[in-house]
């Protein structure tokens, strides 16, 4: 007995991207389970998956060759994303930081004052 609405999920293809990352619209799965991804400017098959893709978009070299035929709107469009996406990492990568942080120091306690709730550190001697 097959269960309702029950197609199974279709594989993996050019017509079908795994996910709606804007590069895909540039590129066709070669491989998913190697992560294998084909240009569709230049043709080339990039190891790496999406990832590879953008960076193979926006022209950075390291991981992979930048693509020589890619026009300059799609170039331009995946520097700034990846900026974008560096900036975000950062930024959430400090916030944890803070967050470890906050979390590491010693418990302040409070007193509710007439003016606002204040912190003293009540566990320290008074001097004098």
């Known amino acids: 007995m097959a269960a309702e609405g029950g197609a199974a999920p279709a594989p993996h293809s050019s017509s079908n991207p795994p996910s709606t990352d804007p590069a895909w619209a ?3 799965v070669v491989d998913m389970a190697r992560r294998k991804v084909q240009c569709k400017y230049c043709d080339r098959v990039l190891s790496g998956g999406i990832f590879c893709l953008k960076q193979h978009l926006a022209g950075i070299k390291g991981e992979v060759a930048p693509c020589s ?3 300059a ?3 331009m469009q995946f520097c700034q994303y990846m900026k974008e996406k560096e900036t975000s990492k950062a930024n959430t990568s400090r916030r944890r930081q803070q967050i470890r ?3 590491s120091a010693p418990p302040r306690r409070s007193v ?4 606002g709730r204040q912190f003293f550190d009540l ?3 008074e001097e004098g």
């Open 123 to 125: 566990d320290q001697d």
């Open 112 to 115: 509710d004052l007439p003016r």
């Open 73 to 75: 709107e799609v170039r």
């Open 101 to 103: 942080e906050d979390l």
């Open 26 to 28: 540039h590129g066709i």
């Open 69 to 71: 035929r890619v026009p």
